[in-house]
T-cell receptor
Framework: EAQVTQNPRYLITVTGKKLTVTCSQN?????MSWYRQDPGLGLRQIYY???????DKGDVPEGYKVSRKEKRNFPLILESPSPNQTSLYFC????????????????FGPGTRLLVL | AQKITQTQPGMFVQEKEAVTLDCTYD???????LFWYKQPSSGEMIFLIY??????QNATEGRYSLNFQKARKSANLVISASQLGDSAMYFC????????????FGKGITLSVRP
């Protein structure tokens, strides 16, 4: 079954304690991305990766790090979490875009609810 | 820059009736893609439908159709024969022509289906 998995699904932590949220996809997708969802703001992109060892900042990268050592995995790292990083996080993957008109769905993981105290 | 606007307040529809969820967008790209996602109360993001900017026909997927009006920059989602399970938050999103295939999302619309 084609899927994107995230772990953990729920996490409560304290300010300053480093944490990693894992993301893995089994569809051999080149493109992977992290989003955060906050009430009234929709989803905003944190970081993205277009292939192994190729990552770049999205709209809200401050306080986050990522790595892409393998094609299937794209972990999100919070080196020193703060309460304003309390949010619902989604990992997504897709093939790289082709010409206009092609079906290019982004597949989302189930989400990780993070609470930073 | 890309922008998605969803301004409808919470929407209500009677079961088995059709409902239209509005979405307007703004972009300077000639090539772009438009998506609708459903987010039920359980939180997952479920892909519903996609429309490419060069597609001449409106996209359809089962009970979902996308009313694409390119000149007006609108991409409204039409759900026919609403079901109780359609109650959820609905997000319109677009992806532009840049190297980053990120999705720019609207703020979402809450749909409640009444029995």
């Amino acid at each position: 079954e084609a899927q994107v998995t995230q772990n953990p699904r729920y996490l409560i932590t304290v300010t300053g304690k480093k944490l990693t949220v894992t993301c893995s996809q089994n569809m051999n997708h080149e493109y992977m991305s992290w989003y955060r969802q906050d009430p009234g703001l929709g989803l905003r992109q944190i970081y993205y990766s277009m292939n192994v060892e190729v990552t770049d900042k999205g709209d809200v990268p401050e306080g986050y790090k990522v790595s892409r050592k393998e094609k299937r995995n794209f972990p999100l790292i919070l080196e020193s979490p703060s309460p304003n990083q309390t949010s619902l996080y989604f990992c997504a993957s897709s093939i790289l875009r082709t010409s206009g008109g092609a079906q290019e769905t982004q597949y989302f993981g189930p989400g990780t609810r993070l609470l930073v105290l | 820059a890309q922008k998605i606007t969803q301004t409808q307040p919470g929407m209500f529809v009677q079961e088995k009736e059709a409902v239209t969820l509005d979405c307007t967008y703004d972009t300077s790209d000639q090539s772009y893609g438009l998506f609708w996602y459903k987010q039920p109360s359980s939180g997952e993001m479920i892909f519903l439908i996609y429309q490419g900017s060069y597609d001449e026909q409106n996209a359809t997927e089962g009970r979902y159709s996308l009313n694409f009006q390119k000149a007006r920059k609108s991409a409204n989602l039409v759900i026919s024969a609403s079901q109780l399970g359609d109650s959820a938050m609905y997000f319109c999103a677009m992806r532009g022509a840049g190297a980053n295939s990120k999705l720019t999302f609207g703020k979402g619309i809450t749909l409640s289906v009444r029995p």
